[in-house]
Nanobody, 124 residues
Framework: QVQLVESGGGLVQAGGSLKLSCAAS????????MGWFRQAPGKEREFVAA????????YYAASVKGRFTIARDNAKNTVYLQMNSPKPEDTDVYYC?????????????????WGQGTQVTVSA
């Protein structure tokens, strides 16, 4: 069992930067592949980025590649999402997620655990 708690959301100006954190409780954090998804009201949950278990290969949605960076610190049981040059269309609730079944998946249904979400609002 893993519990995930996101932090770091808030209001940021377009072109600025924001760093989201996700702290995981439980054991064997390094054996989980981690991901970030986002969702706007009335829309489907959308893949943002993922990182594999251990050292972790990284995967990005085309819309954020080159602007966002996912990283993990297994010693701190934490995964991060560095958001550089955010755009107003990046405004969403961002969710941290964990999976032991698949690494780098863009499909939300392969992830087993989810955080409560953190709101990110990008102003023009």
């Amino acid at each position: 069992q893993v519990q995930l708690v996101e932090s770091g959301g808030g209001l940021v100006q377009a072109g600025g930067s924001l760093k989201l954190s996700c702290a995981a409780s439980g054991r064997a954090f390094s054996s989980y592949a981690m991901g970030w998804f986002r969702q706007a009201p009335g829309k489907e949950r959308e893949f943002v980025a993922a990182i594999g278990w251990g050292a972790g290969s990284t995967y990005y949605a085309a819309s954020v590649k080159g602007r966002f960076t996912i990283a993990r610190d297994n010693a701190k049981n934490t995964v991060y999402l560095q958001m550089n040059s955010p755009k107003p269309e990046d405004t969403d609730v961002y969710y941290c997620t964990a999976s032991r079944r698949a690494s780098g998946s863009i499909f939300y249904f392969v992830y087993d655990y989810w955080g409560q979400g953190t709101q990110v609002t990008v102003s023009a």
